[in-house]
């Protein structure tokens, strides 16, 4: 059974930083999944991606997040980070880690979901 697990949610400052984790288990790659995004969902709004790494490395982001964000993985592909510098009020919301086979960009139709990290900033 294939597991994502999140965490380094907190709170924090605007202008402050925070990086997130997520760990996959169960699945292996690239068989079961060779994309990898962050993806959030703020209350009352619909789930949006933030981020994501391809098979090779290739990153994506959305444009409220580019030049603040960085998402990266480890060597064993098993570990997804995601590093927020100049965090806003406005990035507030549940982080969550999505993986999948299929190259689906930023759209939320991942196969493997997490159960999310809150992420709260205060201005």
């Known amino acids: 059974q294939v597991h994502l697990v999140e965490s380094g949610g907190g709170s924090v400052q605007a202008g402050g930083s925070l990086t997130l984790s997520c760990v996959v288990s169960?699945?292996?790659?690239?068989?079961?999944?060779?994309?990898m995004a962050w993806f959030r969902q703020a209350g009352g709004k619909e789930r949006e991606g933030v981020a994501l790494?391809?098979?090779?490395?290739?990153?994506t982001y959305a444009d409220s997040v580019k030049g603040r964000f960085t998402v990266s993985r480890d060597i064993t592909k098993k570990n997804l980070y995601l590093q927020m510098n100049s965090l806003k009020s406005e990035d507030t919301a549940m982080y969550y880690c999505?993986?999948?086979?299929?190259?689906?960009?930023?759209?939320?139709?991942?196969?493997?979901w997490g159960q999310g990290t809150q992420v709260t900033v205060s201005s």
């Open positions: 169960g699945a292996t790659w690239p068989t079961d999944y060779s994309y």
């Open positions: 999505a993986a999948d086979w299929r190259g689906l960009g930023l759209y939320p139709s991942y196969k493997y």
């Open positions: 790494i391809d098979q090779y490395n290739i990153t």
